[in-house]
Structure formats: C-alpha cells, structure tokens
C-alpha cells in the first residue's frame, strides 16, 4: 500500500486512505446524469456525473465559492460575484463561511440530474482530490444547474490551489466523490466532516 498521503486539514491529522486510494475506484464512469455539465458558462458540456453504490463522483475543474458570511477574503469587493447567502445554514441559522469551511457545490435541481435523488443534500460528505491532496469537505452550496466544478474558499486554500474568488482555481483535474446517504451536523463542524470522511472514504477505497 503507498505511503500515507499527508492530511491538510486544520487539526494536522494523517489521512489513512490516499489520493492514489480513491482515484482507483473512480477510473470508470456509469453516468447517472442525464447529460454533461459545462465546466464554465460558454464551455462545451462534457463533464458526467457518475454513479456508484456508495457516492457521486465528478471529474472537473475547481472554481471558487465564496458565498456566505462576509469575510476578509469573501466578500463584494474581493468577489463581484460574490452572494451573502448559500443554499445550506449553519445550526444558527447564519450562513456558511465559506473562508472557514472546506464545503463543495452541486448544480442545482434540473432534468439533466437531481442530487437528492442520488442520496446527496445538504451537508453530505465529500472527498476533493487534486494532485496527491485528499480535502474533506460538506456540501454547503448549490450553484447553476448546467454547471459543474466548484467548491469553497477553504477547500482550495487545503489543497494547495489559489483560493482567490477572481484569479483562482484550477481548469481541470479535480476530482469530487460525495457519499450517498452521508451528512455531518452541525454542517459547520469542519472535524466532524474530517472523521467522517476518513471514515467513508476508507470505506469505498477498500469497495465494501
């Protein structure tokens, strides 16, 4: 088994399961989506969503999401796009902070795919891997519904990619695995997604 890939979440834990441990169980695509999904607005749609028993699984490019709780590096004038709201709350009632929280988003509700029904909502685990990184995140936001590849702000800076709303993110080559039927409450608690997704991720990477 390869060396354990280092962990970059905020408690400095080890991940067990490696990126190279994920990505072989998501080498083939049996697409539940109805069609692909544009990875930017005015891009040819070429991106499925996948199926297996136990998650979803995409292969995109990674745009940042800074919606939510205004912060030092999400807010209006660091991001003209930027929404004060995001589709999930925190157990307060406040919006998620998208600096803070490692969460990913999913296209909204359409005929081309309906996440609910593939066992995915709000605060559903997920693991994002680019390179030889494994973040853990929670779904925290939904976005257009023709449009795939985006997560938080916190998500990018994890994994090593410029988090920067207007210069930042990847064109390619990330890959997002949520898990069916999953969820951690609170939504915010950003170690409880940690240990639950070491926990899933184990879990599909060994095919149980």
Sequence with gaps: MPAPAASY????????????????????CAQV??????????????????DTRQ???????L??????????HCNRTADPAFSAATAFQQ??????????????????????????ASGVRGGA??????????????????????IIGEASYATAKALGVNP???VGGVPSDVTYIVFKDSGVQPIEDREAAE?????????FAEGD
């Excluded at 905020?10 to 994920?22: K, N, W």
């Excluded at 998650?55 to 490019?61: E, H, M, P, Q």
Aim: charged letters at 30%.
């Design 164 to 166: 920067d709303p207007r």
């Design 55 to 61: 998650a979803v699984f995409w292969k995109a490019d």
């Design 9 to 28: 979440a905020a408690q400095g834990d080890r991940h067990r399961i490696t990126a190279t441990d994920l990505l072989a169980r998501v080498q083939d």
């Design 195 to 203: 240990a639950e997704g070491e926990r899933l991720a184990e879990q």
């Design 91 to 116: 157990s307060d009632g406040s919006q998620l902070n998208a600096e803070e929280l490692p969460y990913v988003v999913v296209p909204g509700v359409s005929g081309r795919w309906n996440h609910r």
């Design 33 to 50: 989506s109805k069609g692909r999904y544009r990875s930017d607005a005015g891009t040819a749609a070429t991106v499925p969503v996948c």
């Design 63 to 72: 745009d940042i999401d800074c919606d939510g709780r205004p912060t030092a």
């Design 125 to 146: 685990v997920a693991a994002v891997i680019y390179k030889d990184r494994v973040q853990y995140a929670v779904v925290g936001d939904t976005g257009p519904r023709d």
